[in-house]
């Protein structure tokens, strides 16, 4: 099944120059990157995003650090994306992370592990939203799949949902 999921490329990462690495990677893993966008975290968007963690001994250390400098969102689509994204990025620490994942490759220690990734289908929509908005949670039915021209219909689409403040 085709799904929706999100990257965080983190700000160790952002400010090591490695995106680009990083962004091969991912495309050559299949996935289709659908929005894309740079930003930067207050500590209480910061919160926000992460709230499922509060109370953790982690917390106030992720989101200092996650509120240190830019990050850049990919919302990613691909076969299965939730479970293949987070297999390729492997695990949170990235001393035991798989040979070759993302965290293995560009991560130093916690929290400092150069990508997030949904873990769940509830997360990414949720996430999704707090990123890019309610709207880009759900596959659109009509935009143009792969080989098929775009029309002015689907440009109307695309208009309506990019919003300019987002291409920095």
């Not at 001393?95 to 592990?113: D, E, K, L, V, W």
Request: aromatic share 10%; net charge negative.
């Amino acid at each position: 099944m085709i799904e929706r999921t999100l990257c965080l490329i983190k700000p160790d990462a952002v400010g090591r120059k490695v995106i680009g690495e990083i962004i091969h990677k991912i495309e050559n893993h299949s996935f289709k990157i659908c929005q894309m966008r740079m930003f930067e975290f207050s500590p209480g968007g910061a919160e926000y995003f992460y709230q499922e963690h509060e109370g953790n001994p982690f917390f106030n250390r992720l989101i200092s650090f996650m509120a240190s400098g830019p990050i850049v969102a990919l919302l990613l689509e691909a076969e299965n994306a939730i479970e293949a994204f987070r297999n390729l990025i492997g695990n949170a620490d990235p001393h035991n992370a798989r040979p070759f994942s993302i965290r293995q490759q560009y991560g130093t220690t916690m929290p400092r592990i150069a990508i997030h990734g949904s873990d769940s289908k509830e997360s990414a929509d949720r996430e999704i939203s707090i990123i890019f908005g309610f709207e880009y949670r759900a596959i659109p039915e009509n935009r143009p799949r792969v080989g098929e021209a775009w029309t002015d219909s689907h440009r109307d689409l695309s208009a309506s949902l990019v919003d300019d403040k987002d291409l920095t």
